[in-house]
């Protein structure tokens, strides 16, 4: 009997520490919005990263909602996962500039989970914003959605430049999907659709003294906030380093191991004692 508590013990642990390190996102994000962890709504949204603060709303907050996400080329498909939607135009997180979090890159991974809702509020469609104030300044990224109001581009600003890369991100309307950009300095750019490589340009040279403060989800900035993306964010993140091909698939699939693991890891015990 002592050998079988003892067998038991083991597996238990050995559960225990199999999804506890399933359940972390790769570490060191300096940005981690996630709307399933947010006790500050409506009056910002916590950074559970290392860069710390709040991204407060800029003129109102996005509508906290909870639905169903599913992505069925992650394997993804979960019930009662909260997100946050915009109704109208203005309706972002981040600004005032003077009080959001700094990020400090040169090498940068970006991570969306999101989903397009519908057609542009204004004249153009923005997605999001990670600047150097001011705005448009001497380094950033800008995203934003082209052509039919579905094709995800980005803009770079670095050493007083500016050129355009395309990622071939296509936001289909109200699917939810994984968003990976990821920057290595001055080598290249490459973005990810679900796990998935589609996209692959050179890099750019950022400098890290310079902190990426002008910070805007639902639009490129603080200043342009009235060209709102007609869309929802669950989950938003930025690292200080290039994730690669490995550690972009194990943050998409993984997205909300996180969130489960007390249910999974009862149903787990009660199987194992019921083995024996």
């Not at 996102?25 to 910002?44: E, I, M, T």
């Not at 091909?245 to 997205?255: L, P």
Request: proline share 4%; net charge positive.
């Amino acid at each position: 009997m002592k050998k079988v508590a003892l067998t038991l013990t083991t597996l238990f642990l050995f559960v225990i520490a199999c999804t506890v390190a399933l359940a972390d996102a790769v570490p060191g994000a300096l940005l981690y919005l996630d709307a399933s962890d947010n006790n500050h709504h409506p009056k910002g949204w916590k950074n559970l990263g290392e860069a710390g603060g709040t991204l407060l709303p800029a003129d109102q907050a996005p509508k906290l909602e909870e639905g169903r996400i599913r992505i069925p080329a992650l394997g993804i498909n979960h019930d009662n996962v909260k997100y946050y939607t915009t109704r109208k135009s203005k309706e972002t997180f981040g600004g005032p500039v003077a009080r959001n979090p700094k990020l400090f890159v040169e090498d940068w991974t970006l991570e969306f989970l999101c989903k397009r809702n519908g057609g542009l509020y204004v004249e153009e469609h923005h997605f999001a914003g990670f600047q150097n104030s001011p705005r448009e300044g001497r380094q950033g990224l800008r995203l934003w959605l082209l052509g039919n109001g579905q094709n995800l581009d980005m803009s770079i600003h670095a050493k007083g430049g500016k050129t355009g890369q395309a990622l071939k991100i296509v936001l289909e309307e109200d699917v939810w999907t994984w968003i990976s950009i990821v920057g290595t300095d001055k080598k290249s750019i490459i973005a990810y659709q679900d796990g998935k490589e589609v996209a692959k340009g050179p890099g750019v040279d950022f400098d890290n003294r310079l902190p990426l403060n002008d910070i805007s989800i639902g639009a490129n900035s603080y200043d342009e906030r009235r060209r709102t993306f007609n869309g929802s964010f669950s989950i938003v993140r930025v690292y200080d380093k290039a994730l690669t091909a490995d550690q972009v698939m194990s943050n998409a699939k993984g997205a909300f191991l996180a969130v489960e693991p007390g249910g999974k890891l009862s149903t787990t015990w009660g199987k194992i004692k019921n083995g024996f």
